[in-house]
């Protein structure tokens, strides 16, 4: 864990850009069974189709298995569904993940290839720098991410060992969601089941995560993309920062038109440069959409489970934070599980928001491109990119809402709302 811990650190710090944008989300997920860039053998086909059955799918029947157990109190029931909620939406997500695996495994080789890969060439080393920092971004919200998770695992563990090691039998506790069968069941069977349950839920959590980062990180690189081709584009007057012009940040459409003209032999005329390069802008620009359509078809379904289940969640663990006092050990699981899923839908509507904010970025790039002096042809091409640019995109929630900061004010207080409708039940059932 240690050796792993310092890896992840080494890679955040070093400034040279990644050979695979995405290499610890695809390295967890080849560990469990979901493979996305190589050809499976036989073997791995039948380790995959294991570790998901049980791990996934057995662990997450079980659970369902004690809602109906559980049936009756409001109390009970929601011990149960704040974590089954949870491993459901994580079913679905692993579910359509492995489905569609090798379409995102397409996807994700695309962002190494041409046109989206760094090219200097068309805007200098801002365009690695801009890859690199979307990279840092993501990998410090992986690791807040598993902050709270691992905060949330550890108080699990801590609680069930403290009632197990002080208090008596009747008060001994699992660490997460209840399980009935181990009520009356004495040692070592209370405890093998406990350890049962840490493990699954551990490991799940794990899958649960890398799938969350991985389709945020996809979302991320979509949105640098626009980057990308704004600076290509835009017309930047050149200043001079600490008394030196660094050119590659300030390298727009006619510069590159100047210099392509006097590569070679044989000098092109810098019209008829600005008119390649145009083209060759627009192609990305279309390639670029295509990918969000493409990116869109996949995950909106995924997203759509994940927010539904999600505003459930925090309505339910308001209510579980409600019920116990202040500082309590089940006051902080419930604490920190509840961050679990604001960090998750929070990442999903932030860079679902940057993919709209960038798209839109991008019509006023192009509106300041230096075109006067040359051909209709190239302020014609220009008028396309800025009109297909002000139509806005959007990634959603099941084709129903857009993946925006908005959407998520709303989800919030929604959950909010419901868990005060929850509160008064209660009081009412109490009183």
Known sequence: MTSFIRKIIKAFKDPALPENYFRLEIYNLRAFGLEMLKEESWLYTIYSRITLLFLVYSFTAGESLEVYLNWGGLNALVDVVSYLFTHIGGAVKVTLLFYNRKKFGAMIRKFHA??????????????????????????????????????????????????????????????????????????????????????????????????????????????????????????????????????????????????????????????????????????????VFQLAAELEDLIN?????????????LCFLLYQCARYPIGSVTFLQNFFYYWIIVTQVSMYCYWGNEITSEAEELATAAGNVNWPGTSLSVPRGLVLVIARSQKPLFMTIGKFFPLSLTTLMSLLKGSFSYFTVMRQTNNMEQE
């Open 301 to 313: 379904v995924i997203v759509l489970g994940a927010t539904g289940v999600d505003t459930i969640l």
């Open 114 to 287: 041409i046109p989206f890969a760094p090219n200097p060439t068309r805007g200098g080393n801002v365009e690695a720098e801009f890859i690199r920092k979307v990279i840092k971004i993501t990998d410090i919200q992986f690791g807040v991410y598993m902050t709270f998770v691992s905060a949330t695992l550890f108080i699990g563990g801590i609680r069930c060992s403290w009632s197990i090691l002080f208090k008596t039998r009747n008060e001994w506790v699992v660490p997460f969601s209840p399980i009935t069968i181990l009520k009356h069941a004495g040692s070592p069977y209370f405890e093998l089941g406990s350890l049962y349950q840490y493990v699954c839920v551990t490991l799940f959590a794990v899958i649960i995560v890398t799938v969350d980062v991985l389709l945020c990180c996809i979302m991320a690189q979509l949105s640098v993309q626009f980057k990308i081709l704004r600076n290509a584009f835009e017309y930047i007057p050149l200043t001079i920062i600490n008394n030196v012009i660094n050119l590659n940040y300030f390298r727009n459409m006619r510069n590159r038109a100047k210099e392509m003209a006097n590569i070679g032999p044989n000098p092109k005329n810098e019209e008829e440069c600005m008119r390649i390069i145009l083209g060759e802008y627009i192609h990305h620009h279309c390639a």
